[in-house]
T-cell receptor, first 107, second 119 residues
């Protein structure tokens, strides 16, 4: 199956800083999603982005399908951004998750 | 986005008992539902995929007789952990994909999860 690698595994930021999270995948995909898992375990859909660039407020994402990677940008980070960020790709009828990036934003 | 609920949000049971977890899509028809398991500080691991009205497809290493999945309608799937043991303690999360305006057919939406503790 498809391998999904996320980096960095852990990230600590000061409030207001910017960050870039990376997701590499081993094969072409029809679907790629970014999720934020909050401290209570709820996964929140951030982006559905098999290719191209999207922006939603302070977050944006870019997927370069031909080079098999996706980036999630967080600007002006806030303490509420803390949690684990997962990317997941379709393989082909179910989703394979990366190991996640654990983000801690300090006040 | 689409809304998926799970019930219960947490459950504590004795070893040997069975536990049923419900997953509902509240505002769309879920043609496919997924069940995941997550251990502390680890990623989500897919257990099984179910399509409405047909048998679930289990991932390798997941015992189908222990983790019974039923997807009887387009809005409800259930996971029953039979004869639970302490090693079954985990965070179980369902997701659903399906048909709704502005929802892509293969985009997954997640329930809030069920934390199972087996004593």
């Amino acid at each position: 199956g498809i391998q999904v690698e996320q980096s960095p595994p852990d990230l600590i930021l000061q409030e207001g800083a910017n960050s870039t999270l990376r997701c590499n995948f081993s094969d072409s995909v029809n679907n790629l999603q970014w999720f934020h898992q909050n401290p209570w375990g709820q996964l929140i859909n951030l982006f559905y982005i098999p290719s191209g660039t999207k922006q939603n407020g302070r977050l944006s994402a870019t997927t370069v399908a031909t080079e098999r990677y996706s980036l999630l940008y967080i600007s002006s980070s806030q303490t509420t951004d803390s949690g684990v960020y997962f990317c997941a790709v379709e393989d082909p009828n179910d989703m394979r998750f990366g190991a996640g990036t654990r983000l801690t934003v300090k006040p | 986005g689409a809304v998926v609920s799970q019930h219960p949000s947490w459950v504590i049971c004795k070893s040997g008992t069975s536990v049923k977890i419900e997953c509902r899509s509240l505002d769309f028809q879920a043609t496919t539902m997924f069940w995941y398991r997550q251990f502390p500080k680890q990623s989500l691991m897919l257990m099984a995929t179910s399509n409405e009205g047909s048998k679930a497809t289990y991932e390798q290493g997941v015992e189908k007789d222990k983790f019974l999945i039923n997807h009887a309608s387009l809005t409800l799937s259930t996971l029953t952990v039979t004869s639970a043991h302490p090693e079954d303690s985990s965070f179980y999360i369902c997701s659903a994909s399906g048909q709704r305006e502005n929802v892509r057919h293969n985009e997954q939406f997640f329930g809030p999860g069920t934390r199972l503790t087996v004593l």
